[in-house]
């Protein structure tokens, strides 16, 4: 027979397994529950919850907490944190576990136009402090949908841990350069530890810093789609770590669009625009190498690419395809090692008007043929030409006539591997055709002047068209600006007369130019004044070509004799063996 228990132990024992029970319920309720709701004040503009916040609530979403930090204080790692629209006095927010913050318009990017699409009302505002903060070492914390009053406080959003997700967030600030001001900030950890970071769709708004990027974050994060205006050092600042992807963010009106103190980013699509000193700064380190700048817009700043503080390990820096527009410089270096700026568009196809644009060691050509973009509705500059590299800088092109024959003069400043130059001539612009050859230097780093007669000219009283086709020894080819010549037939001449020496029993030609069509008289005659052929021939005005068939008995040395209407006689020496 079960023996029973005294009353009082009975009791005792059913009181321990009430609050053992109790326990584990509230512990299930901890550990399941995964979303927990914030409400201010007021009803308006709410999209999560239905009832005013109270802290003394179970927060739900018909019992909300009012405040943020409570929520985070009694909310478990994995958790997500709901908080509605309205205003939250709920400055310096500290997140120390793993949670999803949520704002009323999660999901609504803020970035990176001026004015976002889809946000100003309805918002979930935090003021009266410096915004949210991440805590050293909590990893996997996202924030998505907020908007920081920040005032002058330190900072509007900060992270410091693996795998922080910071998007589409709004972040005012009244400039304060007393303090490290940012915007939104990643820093450094204590101890030093990996980092990962997506930052993005992010609105930024006068502060010492827009988005400030500290620490060791050494594994590759993304900064994309921000916007940042009016601050007053930079708006995007990436002062530590190395190895990112900065890609179609907005940076406009600060003092500096982006400074870039490491290496092996790549930063592309972004515009830079009107920033008062450099669109992108990049800050010679001993790390400073392998950043890769393209497909990038630099409008109106006063220096749009600025290499500074010359650094031994400042290398292997390069920027392709970019454009730059309307600014005071396009690219100025500092540093020791050169910077290849091939294939841009730097606002001219004239050297001597690009050269004014760039100041230090820099490899500009060749260069992009014109600025339109292929795709404006992508974001970022994509050239519809391609970049042909002819190592050849041409730095002028010059045509001028004498005595009916066009003479083509142009000069190099430098030249590696180059191979030939080809002159095309044309009478429409459009379809051009060879008509001379002339060989380059091959490599020269010193001015190197050519020159072309085209004593064959085959168009008068109307624009002739003349463009040089610079080949390098591997095929490729640029070509140069086109010249516009007119020759105009005022009287009549012998343009030329061939093959020289001539043979007996064979055709002489000649070209001759008239002003007006007319009858010639053409002779010739041997050494003693004997006339061994006469003829007479009907030419037309501009250039005629004459033929005759030159005698088989005659040989030595002859004289070709032409007499037109308008009296010119003109007596041209022919050999003939």
């Not at 907490?65 to 006095?89: E, K, L, P, R, W």
């Not at 006539?401 to 066009?406: E, F, G, H, R, T």
């Amino acid at each position: 027979m079960k023996k029973r228990l005294p009353r009082h132990v009975y009791l005792m024992n059913a009181a321990r397994k009430f609050v053992i029970t109790s326990a584990l319920l509230l512990s299930a309720q901890i550990i399941f529950a995964n979303a927990w709701y914030v409400n201010d004040a007021s009803l308006v503009g709410d999209v999560f919850t239905t009832a005013i916040g109270s802290n003394a609530n179970a927060g739900s979403t018909s019992a909300p907490f009012a405040t943020m930090q409570f929520a985070i204080d009694a909310a478990t790692s994995g958790d997500t944190i709901y908080v509605d629209a309205g205003i939250y006095n709920d400055g310096d927010v500290t997140v120390s576990k793993s949670l999803v913050l949520r704002g009323a318009k999660f999901g609504v990017n803020a970035g990176p136009a001026a004015v976002p699409i889809g946000r100003g009302t309805n918002e979930t505002i935090i003021t009266g402090g410096s915004g949210i903060y991440y805590g050293q070492s909590i990893d996997n914390i996202t924030v998505d949908g907020f908007t920081i009053n920040l005032g002058t406080g330190i900072r509007g959003i900060e992270a410091r841990g693996l795998n922080s997700v910071i998007i589409n967030n709004i972040v005012i600030g009244v400039v304060n350069i007393l303090v490290q001001q940012a915007g939104i900030s990643t820093r450094a950890n204590g101890p030093l530890r990996l980092h990962s970071y997506l930052v993005s769709h992010n609105n930024v708004i006068g502060c010492r810093n827009g988005f400030f990027i500290d620490g060791n974050l050494e594994s590759a994060s993304e900064f994309s789609y921000n916007y940042a205006a009016g601050c007053v050092v930079a708006g995007f600042q990436f002062v530590a770590s190395n190895g990112h992807l900065i890609k179609a963010n907005v940076s406009e009106n600060n003092l500096q669009g982006m400074q870039i103190n490491k290496g092996n980013n790549v930063i592309t699509q972004n515009t830079l625009r009107n920033n008062a000193r450099s669109g992108i700064r990049l800050v010679g380190t001993s790390n400073l190498s392998g950043n890769v700048i393209n497909y990038n817009y630099f409008i109106g700043n006063d220096t749009a690419l600025n290499l500074t503080n010359p650094a031994a390990g400042a290398v292997n820096n390069e920027a392709h395809y970019n454009s730059f527009t309307s600014n005071n410089m396009n690219i100025v270096s500092t540093h020791a090692a050169s910077l290849n700026a091939t294939c841009n568009w730097l606002e001219s196809i004239n050297p001597p008007d690009i050269a004014l644009t760039i100041n230090g060691n820099i490899i500009y050509d060749p260069f992009l043929s014109d600025g339109v973009d292929s795709d404006p509705g992508l974001d970022g500059f994509q050239p519809i030409t391609s970049c042909i590299i002819v190592p050849v800088i041409l730095t002028s092109f010059n045509a001028a006539v004498k005595n009916y024959d066009v003479i083509l003069s142009w000069q190099t400043a430098t030249e590696i591997n180059s191979s030939h130059f080809i002159i095309e001539r044309s009478a429409d612009n459009q379809d051009f055709y060879p008509v001379g050859r002339v060989e380059a230097s091959g490599y020269s780093d010193i001015k190197r002047n050519y020159q072309f007669t085209d004593n064959k000219p085959a168009y008068f009283d109307r624009p002739t068209f003349y463009r040089l086709a610079m080949v390098d020894r591997d095929g490729s080819m640029k070509y140069s600006r086109i010249l516009n010549v007119m020759l105009k037939t005022s009287g009549s001449y012998v343009q030329s007369v061939y093959p020289v020496p001539a043979k007996s029993g064979e055709l002489l030609n000649g070209n001759f130019i008239s002003g007006f069509a007319q009858t010639l008289s053409i002779t010739l005659a041997n050494a003693a004044g004997q006339i061994v052929l006469n003829k007479k021939a009907m030419v037309i005005k501009g250039l005629n070509k004459l033929t005759i068939t030159l005698p088989a008995t005659s040989k030595g040395v002859h004289f070709l004799i032409i007499r037109s209407e308008d009296g010119l006689v003109q007596k041209v020496p022919v050999t003939i063996y």
